[in-house]
């Protein structure tokens, strides 16, 4: 098992830039598929994006391709989510989720494992 823990939200305007956090526990972490979800009020929870094992690959949602950026540091247990050019839109509740996989993952039921969320607010 793994257990997710995500930091680094907050409030910024629109235009602006946040980086969130998953910390992971465990030592198999190199051995997991991350993936990032947001859910909005009143909305369902949406695939942001995901980053494979070893960090082979990475893929987006369209809304946010080209804005946000997905990495990870195996040494660390991390990953981050790079958001930049943030709009009031992606205002939501984010959250990272692991499997272990060697392909993202784009469906929630894939994802065993969820972090708590942190909130993210973009302010017009």
């Known amino acids: 098992q793994v257990q997710l823990v995500e930091s680094g939200g907050g409030l910024v305007q629109a235009g602006g830039s946040l980086r969130l956090s998953c910390a992971a526990s465990?030592?198999?972490?190199?051995?997991?598929?991350m993936g990032w979800f947001r859910q909005a009020a009143g909305k369902e929870r949406e695939f942001v994006g995901g980053?494979?094992?070893?960090?082979?690959?990475?893929y987006y949602a369209d809304s946010v391709k080209g804005r946000f950026t997905i990495s990870r540091d195996d040494a660390k247990n991390t990953v981050y989510l790079q958001m930049n050019s943030l709009k009031p839109d992606d205002t939501a509740v984010y959250y990272c989720?692991?499997?272990?996989?060697?392909?993202?993952?784009?469906?929630?039921?894939?994802?065993?494992?969820w972090g708590q969320g942190t909130q993210v607010t973009v302010s017009s």
């Open positions: 465990g030592r198999t972490f190199g051995m997991y598929t």
């Open positions: 980053i494979s094992r070893s960090a082979g690959t990475t």
């Open positions: 989720a692991a499997r272990i996989s060697t392909i993202i993952l784009l469906s929630i039921s894939e994802y065993p494992y």
